[in-house]
């Protein structure tokens, strides 16, 4: 007789009783509804510790996935304070509060969201984000068109840089810009769980859903942005429409409704990239055997929150490099996450032919992007070193 199917850990009358970061951060009402044949991994350092047989692979994993929260808390912030700076700006020109000042709100904000307890009760949070994702880009997209059919259109280089090295370095560069974009589409993972039961159809219509909505908000904005300013365009193009000196390029009413749907969708950035920097410390800090509202649990959820999201707002006033930011977490982050380790773990859990195309496409994919990883790294690091000296500790400009 084959062995009785092993009961999924995860479910909410089975977890182990020391995992209170699945307990509690990533509680979902649904995941009684899951399958129960097998074990079902909710966490991927789990499943890539698993496949690989190897426990230095979790340690890993969890550091690649700190560093990518991290870097996108720290850059959520960074970008929303200075969304309020741009709004006061317009207001009082000649208004003495400082970029950090705006950064240390913006943070105040975030430690209060912070406190809400799971990846479930952010879902309404989400959906908002996505209509202010659409209605940012469509707002940008006309602003962009109306600037660069009026008189006041500024004159556009697209020149490249001249000389080659840099523009391999840039190249590299934008690259890994691009993977922290894409790197995404991680999330219907997550949201797969929310409909049971999770099957593979799911997931390839929320991957197909997500890579669509990216598709049409980043790179509309940006191929717009990038005709109108060229190779000048700011990494915040809402900078490039209120530049420093002359008129606006669009209509005030449109501009600022752009910066506020920007500061809007950054909060719930920062809430869904955080969750799982809470979900590996009340791991250890939280009791499953009590309330998820218990003293005992909110206490230590009140701390370590309000600690982590301090530490970032302050890292975000401290070094104000956006766009450096999101080069690095997309190298040492989204690239071996989302584009190596995958291909990886099928090969050695399905174990395709040899002589297969899938097989020689996955192997293709691992090389190719663990070089553009290793050189994505070096020159967004290389980057951020040359931006360094372009700005003081706790400048009031974001070094682009």
């Known amino acids: 007789m084959p062995d009785p199917p092993k009961e999924d850990p995860f479910l909410e009358n089975h977890h182990d009783e020391a995992d209170a970061g699945a307990a509690f951060v990533l509680q979902s009402k649904v995941l009684d509804h899951c399958e129960t044949s097998g074990r079902r991994h909710i966490r991927f350092r789990e499943l890539a510790a698993d496949v690989l047989g190897s426990g230095l692979m979790f340690y890993f994993v969890i550091f690649i996935q700190t560093a990518i929260n991290t870097g996108i808390g720290v850059g959520a912030i960074l970008l929303a304070g200075e969304c309020l700076q741009i ?196 791991k250890k800090s939280a009791d499953v055997k009590q309330g998820l509202f218990s003293k005992r649990n909110l206490i230590p959820r009140l701390i370590l929150r309000t600690i982590y999201m301090s530490f970032c707002g302050f890292m975000a006033a401290m070094l104000p490099f956006f766009g450096d930011i999101n080069a690095v977490v997309g190298a040492i982050g989204f690239i071996p996450l989302d584009f190596v380790l995958p291909m990886l773990l099928y090969n050695i859990t399905f174990k395709p032919s040899k002589t297969s195309l899938t097989y020689w496409i996955n192997i293709s994919i691992m090389v190719i992007f663990t070089g553009a990883g290793i050189m994505g790294a070096f020159s967004s690091i290389r980057k951020l070193v040359l931006d360094a000296n372009k700005f003081k500790l706790f400048s009031n400009d974001v070094v682009d």
């Open 87 to 282: 709004i006061y700006s317009s207001i009082s020109p000649n208004g003495s509060l400082q970029l950090y000042e705006f950064i240390a709100m913006v943070t105040v904000v975030m430690i209060v969201l912070s406190q809400l307890p799971t990846f479930h009760s952010l879902r309404h949070i989400n959906f908002f984000s996505l209509l202010l994702s659409l209605g940012y880009t469509i707002l940008v997209v006309a602003a962009c068109i109306h600037a660069g059919k009026s008189k006041n259109a500024p004159p556009r280089d697209y020149s490249l840089e001249p000389k080659s090295s840099t523009r391999v370095f840039n190249a590299f560069t934008a690259i890994s810009i691009i993977a922290a974009i894409y790197g995404n589409g991680i999330l219907p993972e997550i949201q797969a769980t929310l409909a049971p039961p999770a099957t593979t159809g799911k997931m390839v219509k929320g991957l197909t859903m997500c890579y669509a909505v990216i598709f049409v908000t980043f790179y509309s904005a940006a191929i717009s942005g990038y005709w109108v300013f060229g190779n000048k365009a700011n990494s915040n193009i809402l900078k490039s429409l209120l530049p420093d000196e002359g008129p606006a390029l669009a209509p005030t009413w449109v501009l600022g409704l752009g910066v506020i749907f920007v500061l809007l969708q950054l909060f719930a950035i920062g809430l869904v990239y955080s969750q799982v920097a809470y979900e590996i410390m009340e």
